[in-house]
């Protein structure tokens, strides 16, 4: 937890759902990170970790943990900790005393995760408990009957090499078994995969299929598991599925997830961060050209966001703003890097490490950005951020002989650790029985590489890259399509106006509605009062009338799209800049409908003040105190542009009001947007920004603190000021650090996102974007309050063709006009830190669950 500067144990931290699952008490962080201190030649280091390893972790917790993510990090961590222990042992400098210590404890561990094998189907079940096992009352766990395809098929490389190194065949066995039946259950036709499957029936649950989250390291180990242990089937399997994958999946630069049984069908229109590792698999697959082109476009929307936000749509815009320090774009970097030679990928390495610097950087650590639009913090700094992404980004940049041993001759699992590729000629006691059915030999000439040579297949040659990376150079910045009415104006005016504009559509007109008829376009009259606009191509008189039906749903479309758009603001920032903060923590902050729009002007800098009264509902009594400042105001008891006022008249240069209800925190509650007074609003001229409880107490615990505090009002965070920031002497950084661990302990804060394809309907008032051209049946809505001249007011709609701005898909709460209570809140007593960031995974999977419904 690097904004608490404390380390996160299970149960003494509010849970955050699944994401807690990977943690077991069993100092992940640490062993997870072993052989990383290896690679970077901290061999003291790594002595004194095993260590600590052997003297401090115990396995056997009363704990459920996820048995994916226990074997990739902790079984994973321990034998690549054990891999390189013998061989810095063999080298004869360090680790003498090792006598095979952490293969034990992995040993230990495996006996523990094998209960959960207990299936059928010989799929794990996705938990299990440490102590108890699957099933039994006191083990909490073993009643789930669904499990994703990657954390039943990301078993065999771990698995196998404890098998390998101890000569106990029975963990290789029951990963083999596994891989078996999800090989056996593809779908035929396809040779595609769905993302969760039913442990006991063998049953697609989620029959969407891509290269994403839920199957990722499904292919990643077909592949790995070939090249460590040698067994064709597994590469004849990968084989089978990469051919699908390019032929269905692969629509370059893009990563699209189809239906299995119609993989013609696009099965969503946005990304998943996790795709990202996929290249990098290609370039040990051999296929360098589509690796090259998906890297490109990555690194495009990377520079975009600074971030690659955990989703995006085809068109570059955020759908999930979130980046927990994914190291896959950085892995897929060094084995391009590796394959081409091309320096263009050492600059987008540096990129990447600046972006960390710059904007993740917190005292105790790398902090997540829980908003790449506007930098906000999380408080979190996984496993996989020191075991994969310290690990890949200085291999990228080191020299043969900064790295003590030879890289080439291990493995990477899907964690990054280390397994010695001679596992392969060790302990094979395994039948190498070739299980894989009704394989056909395909047409691909990349098959003929079982073990691809990147000296041979791509000469270092940069040239070669550039070729390919230099159409898409701009892929993100063209994506952004031309707006219909645009382009439909051009038609107009080579005579193909249509007979009724949307924006003059009243539906109280006789005329209008008859012209709508003729269009095939008729109004339904809803329960609720609203009016539903359908349109049926064969009712119209005529197919010239058609077209001109389907334009004016268009137009109405993209008329409801823009409103929607200005009726919506993007969330704001507010960033501590003095010291000791130095621009580190970063708040997401309500905007306001009035006052100065930030988007627009450059932001607004200044120390900060309370207000008398603190609620800001009446002339200020202490106007020298704020002028020049940026004003503190308790919200309550009279209008938010009534405060603005006040403190403007006072000489304020701009407001930050804070919410009266304790403990209200943008973790938990939607973007607030503060409303006008339903008067003219333009004789605010200063930036007003809203605040929950628990950032506004961060701000009023650092007043206590040092009493000048400085902040930065704009619209996204900006760079920290180096100038400042180089002043602070090495003592009084750490003093700050150990004196404000508090106080930035709750930077963390973020912006709910909400998956919008569960809500997916035919009519304007929900989701217009299901209206497309090429549909034959179009449906719109409007309420009785838009059945005017004018239909710019009041359209409750999404956008359709929205343009790339860097804050799109915001959620927001609905303005509040209402005068507040609670006025009477106590600031004096000290506000308790905030105990834990609450993740909004739960949202996600609640949004992936919603898939199996999804129809385009």
């Known amino acids: 937890m690097p904004l608490t500067c404390r380390g996160r144990v299970r149960g003494q931290e509010p849970s955050r759902g699944d994401v807690d699952d990977a943690l077991g008490k069993f100092s992940l962080t640490l062993i997870d990170s072993l052989d990383t201190l290896v690679v970077l030649n901290k061999t003291k280091e790594f002595e ?18 996820s048995v994916f993510e226990t074997n990739i990090r902790v079984l994973g961590g321990l034998l690549g900790g054990h891999s390189l222990a013998i061989m810095l042992k063999e080298k004869g400098e360090h680790m003498q005393w090792y006598n095979d210590e952490l293969l034990q404890m992995a040993k230990q561990l495996g006996y523990k995760l094998l209960p959960a094998f207990n299936t059928t189907s010989g799929l794990p079940y996705p938990r299990i408990n440490l102590k108890f096992g699957i099933r039994k009352p006191e083990a909490r766990t073993g009643t789930e009957t669904d499990t994703c395809t990657a954390c039943a098929g990301t078993l065999i490389l771990e698995f196998a090499a404890l098998s390998r190194f101890t000569g106990a065949t029975i963990f290789e066995e029951y990963a083999r078994k596994a891989l078996d039946f999800l090989w056996e259950k593809r779908q035929r036709s396809s040779n595609l995969v769905g993302v969760t499957i039913n442990i006991h029936t063998g049953d697609w649950v989620r029959k969407d299929s891509g290269v994403g989250a839920g199957i990722d390291s499904y292919y990643e180990y077909l592949l790995k598991a070939y090249v460590l242990l040698g067994d064709d089937s597994f590469l004849e399997r ?4 990469y051919d699908a994958i390019m032929r ?42 589509p690796a090259i082109e998906t890297h490109e476009m990555l690194y495009q929307v990377i520079k975009k966001h600074n971030f690659l936000p955990e989703a995006f749509t085809t068109d570059f815009r955020v759908h999930w703003a979130q980046h927990p320090l994914r190291p896959e774009f950085a892995e897929s970097t060094y084995f391009l890097y590796k394959a081409t030679g091309d320096p263009y990928y050492l600059e987008v390495g540096k990129t990447l490490i600046e972006n960390l610097n710059k904007y993740a950087r917190v005292p105790c650590g790398f902090a997540a950005m829980k908003d790449v639009r506007t930098g906000s913090h999380e408080d979190r700094m996984d496993s996989f951020f020191l075991a994969e992404m310290f690990k890949y980004l200085y291999l990228l940049f080191a020299d043969k002989e900064d790295i003590i041993f ?14 010695p590729l001679w596992l392969s000629t060790t302990n094979q006691s395994i039948s190498k029985k070739n299980t894989t059915s009704e394989y056909t030999e395909l047409d691909d000439s990349n ?15 940069p040239l070669y890259a550039q070729s390919i990376r230099e159409p898409l150079k701009n892929v993100v910045d063209k994506s952004c399509p031309r707006g219909i009415i645009r382009v439909r104006e051009e038609s107009f005016r080579s005579g193909a106006k249509p007979p009724l ?40 008189a005529s197919s010239i009338d058609a077209e001109d039906g389907l334009r004016f749903m268009q137009e109405m479309i993209e008329l409801s799209s823009q409103q929607q758009k200005e009726q919506q603001l993007p969330p704001r920032a507010v960033q501590i800049v003095s010291h000791p903060f130095f621009g580190r923590v ?8 009035f006052g100065l729009d930030l988007s627009k002007h450059k932001e607004t800098r200044g120390f900060v003040a309370s207000s008398k009264p603190y609620n800001g509902c009446s002339e200020l009594t202490n106007p020298e105190a ?15 542009a009534e405060k603005a006022r006040n403190i403007q008249n006072a000489g304020a240069i701009g407001g930050i009001v804070i919410d009266d209800n304790e403990g209200s925190s943008s973790d938990t509650a939607p973007l607030f947007q503060m409303a006008g007074d339903g008067k003219d609003t333009d004789d605010i001229k200063i930036p007003m920004l809203f605040l929950f409880s628990k950032e506004g107490s961060i701000i009023l615990d650092a007043i206590r603190e040092y009493e000048e505090v400085e902040v930065l009002l704009s619209d996204k965070a900006k760079d920290r000021d180096p100038e400042m920031e180089n002043e602070e002497q090495p003592s009084s950084e750490n003093d700050s650090q150990n004196q404000s661990a508090e106080q930035i302990s709750s930077s963390s804060q973020e912006v709910d996102l909400v998956d919008q394809e569960s809500s997916e309907e035919n009519s304007l008032n929900s989701h217009p974007e299901s209206l497309s051209p090429a549909d034959m049946d179009n449906a719109a809505s409007i309420s009785p309050s838009e059945q005017t001249s004018n239909p710019t007011e009041n359209h409750e709609t999404t956008n359709l063709n929205g343009e790339c701005t860097d804050l799109d898909n915001q959620l927001q709460e609905q303005s509040e006009t209402e005068e507040d209570s609670n006025p009477n809140v106590s600031w004096g007593k000290k506000v308790q830190p905030i105990d834990s960031i609450l993740a909004d995974w739960n949202e996600d999977i609640e949004a992936f669950e919603m898939m199996e419904k999804d129809e385009l």
């Not at 007109?509 to 008859?514: A, D, G, R, S, V």
């Open 48 to 65: 004194d970790a095993v260590r600590k390893v052997l003297r401090d972790v115990n396995l056997d917790n009363d704990v459920v943990v």
């Open 406 to 419: 030879d890289i080439e001759d291990y493995i990477f699992t899907t964690e990054a650790h280390l397994l």
């Open 447 to 461: 098959f003929d590489w079982t073990c691809p040579n990147t000296q041979i297949l791509f000469p270092n040659d």
């Open 238 to 241: 990968f084989n089978t599925h």
């Open 586 to 593: 970063v708040l997401t902050a309500g905007p306001a409908q």
């Open 248 to 289: 269905y999946i692969s629509q370059p630069p893009l990563l699209l997830d189809v239906h299995i049984h119609k993989p013609m069908l696009n099965a969503r229109t946005w990304m998943d961060a996790l795709l990202a590792f996929f290249p990098g698999l290609q370039v040990l697959k051999g296929d360098i050209r």
């Open 501 to 540: 504009r949307a924006r003059d559509f009243m539906a109280t007109n006789p005329e209008h509605l008859e012209i709508l008829k003729k269009m095939g376009v008729s109004l339904i009259h809803l329960k609720d009062g609203r009016v539903q606009l359908v349109q049926h191509a064969i009712q119209a």
């Open 626 to 640: 704020v002028m020049g400042k940026i004003a503190l105001i308790q919200r309550g008891q009279c209008m938010f």
